[in-house]
């Protein structure tokens, strides 16, 4: 594997294993600065998403315009810094406010993933694409594995132990870029940097212009928000129904991540010659419908550590639909597309965690008429159904030659 590839792969692992870090000891560290109940901490974790989430949808359009402009190298090394300098601030954070502080910084740092992706695309073939996107997919899986896992078993030295933990990864990460990372965009597709791109709503309706870009960005954005009820209610959800701590919330995080990486880095690229990729899209959406109510419904810890693998079954839908939307735009607009995925992935994390923590609170309360720690998967299913709605309902048809729509 070419190096470049292998330290795009490392970048966004390293990103999921941070956030993976902290996922175990949020429930704990909640309530230690806040005094509230698991159902208060819920809330508090959902407006900490959010702020983050506003933050990314307000930058994501402008990191990916000024990768497309000065290069995706300067993008991820400062974002790795900063991110460095975020965690180590949410380290010592002593209130409420603070932590707030800390994922505003962070929601405009937030840049690894994207533009890893662009990246990706710069050095990926047309026909390679989707395997190539499920190599990030993949490498997100296995940070997601380490990191929840790492998160559990530092989190018996306090809540604070995993921030430190992720502050140290991201400027380790940021070091090695620093010397073996290489430039990917060339002159030829070097643009200039456009304020009106650099817009969200203006990324949006340049983007939606482009046959069957727009159907997509929608598809993509419901399922972002169904597939956050994830990491926005499974700690409060495993202590809930099963009583779980922090070490087997990391542990049944660890399995699905597991079972992603495999998923979206090696079993994506039989399915993609079976099935093609739109197929593929399809196959992931109706397996996730099943998958979001088997969870809902579960009642034994031991099957669901079970179905938790089986769930990540999946993960296609992310680098099948990248791939649909790469090939409608062209090489010099590759970064102002994966600003504008991310946008909408952050518009689904400003949503989603709000709706599903207070969906959760609202059946965990103790005056609660019933009691349901699982309608959040419930109402991810409804989403994931409406997602396929208007995919089938798009009409099938080739992509046109990128045009440059301002």
């Given amino acids: 594997m070419r190096l470049p590839v292998a330290f795009l792969m490392l970048t966004v692992m390293i990103d999921a294993m941070g956030v993976g870090l902290i996922i175990p000891v949020m429930p704990d560290l909640l309530r ?12 508090w974790g959902g407006v900490l998403s959010t702020v983050f989430a506003v933050m990314q949808f307000a930058c994501g359009p402008l990191v990916g315009n000024l990768s497309d ?30 932590l707030l502080l800390g994922r505003v910084v962070g929601g405009i740092t937030a840049a690894t993933q994207s533009t890893a992706t662009a990246a990706m695309a710069d050095l990926s073939e047309p026909a390679q694409k989707a395997q190539n996107f499920g190599l990030i997919g993949a490498a997100f899986g296995i940070g997601f594995v380490i990191g929840p896992l790492i998160g559990g078993l530092l989190g018996e030295w306090g809540t604070r132990a995993p921030f430190v933990a992720a502050a140290l990864l991201a400027a380790a ?12 965009v060339t002159d030829r597709i070097r643009r200039s940097f456009d304020w009106r791109r650099a817009n969200p709503f203006s990324a949006f309706r340049a983007l939606g212009r482009l046959p ?4 997509m960005l929608t598809v993509y954005f419901l399922y972002q928000v169904a597939f956050f009820v994830y990491p926005a209610i499974w700690a409060y959800f495993g202590q809930a129904r099963f009583g779980w701590d922090a070490g087997m919330i990391g542990l049944s995080l660890g399995l699905f991540g597991v079972m992603m990486a ?8 039989r399915i993609l010659r079976a099935l093609g990729t739109r197929g593929t899209l399809i196959y992931g959406l109706v397996f996730d419908i099943a998958a979001f109510l088997a969870l809902a419904f579960v009642t034994s810890g031991t099957v669901a550590l079970i ?16 791939a649909l939307m790469s090939d409608r735009v062209g090489p010099d607009r590759q970064g ?6 991310t946008s909408a992935g952050a518009v689904a994390m400003i949503l989603s965690p709000m709706l599903m923590t207070a969906t959760f609170a609202a059946f965990t309360r103790p005056e609660a008429t019933l009691y349901f720690p ?10 994931i159904v409406l997602a396929l709605g208007v995919f089938l309902s798009a009409a099938r048809r080739p992509a046109p030659p990128d045009t440059d729509v301002a």
């Fill in 262 to 269: 495999v998923v979206q880095g090696w079993l994506i690229r």
């Fill in 32 to 43: 230690e600065v806040s005094g509230g109940t698991l159902a208060e901490a819920a809330l």
């Fill in 212 to 215: 069957g870009v727009g159907r």
């Fill in 173 to 184: 990460n940021g070091l090695l870029g620093y010397y073996v990372l290489p430039e990917t």
């Fill in 336 to 341: 102002e597309l994966q600003g504008a995925v």
């Fill in 374 to 383: 699982g309608a959040p998967f419930v109402l991810s299913a409804g989403l």
């Fill in 307 to 322: 179905l938790t693998p089986l769930a990540a079954l999946g993960a296609v839908i992310t680098p099948a639909i990248q």
């Fill in 69 to 98: 402009r000065y290069g995706r190298r300067p993008v991820l090394l400062i974002s790795l810094g900063v991110m460095a300098a975020d965690y180590l601030v949410m380290a010592v954070a002593g209130s409420i406010w603070l």
